[in-house]
C-alpha cells in the first residue's frame, strides 16, 4: 500500500438493493489521487481500488451517484466480512495504480 495515495476514513455501510454493499467515501477520488474516472464495465466509469474494510483486504471499484462517490463491495466479500447496513467501518483505499 502506498501510504501517499492511501486514505483512512470512518463510514457507515448502505445496502440500496440494487448495488447491495456501498460505503460512502468522504472525499472526491478524482481530486484526492489527482486521476480521472475510467471505463469500469459496459456503461459505467470510475476507479479500480484496493485496500481494507475492519482490515480486512478486498479489490473494488468507486463509483459516483448523485454527486457522492462510493466504494461498491461484492456480496460474496460483505458475507465473508460479516458486513450489515448501518455499520461503521474503518476504511483504507488506494487506486490500484498506486
Excluded at 464495465?41 to 485496500?51: A, L, M, N, S
Excluded at 456480496?75 to 467501518?89: I, K, P
Excluded at 483504507?92 to 495504480?97: F, G, H, M, R, S
Aim: charged share 20%; aromatic share 10%; net charge positive.
Amino acid at each position: 500500500m502506498n501510504r501517499h495515495r492511501a486514505v483512512a476514513f470512518r463510514a457507515t455501510v448502505q445496502n440500496d438493493h440494487q448495488r447491495p454493499w456501498l460505503v460512502p467515501l468522504p472525499f472526491d477520488p478524482v481530486s484526492q489521487w489527482s486521476t480521472p474516472a475510467r471505463p469500469l464495465w459496459k456503461c459505467g466509469h470510475g476507479h479500480r481500488v484496493r485496500g481494507s474494510v475492519n482490515g480486512r483486504d478486498f479489490r473494488g471499484a468507486v463509483v459516483e451517484r448523485s454527486g457522492t462517490f462510493w466504494l461498491q463491495l461484492e456480496e460474496s466479500y460483505a458475507a465473508v466480512v460479516g458486513l450489515v447496513a448501518g455499520q461503521f467501518v474503518d476504511v483504507l483505499i488506494e487506486p490500484e495504480d498506486a
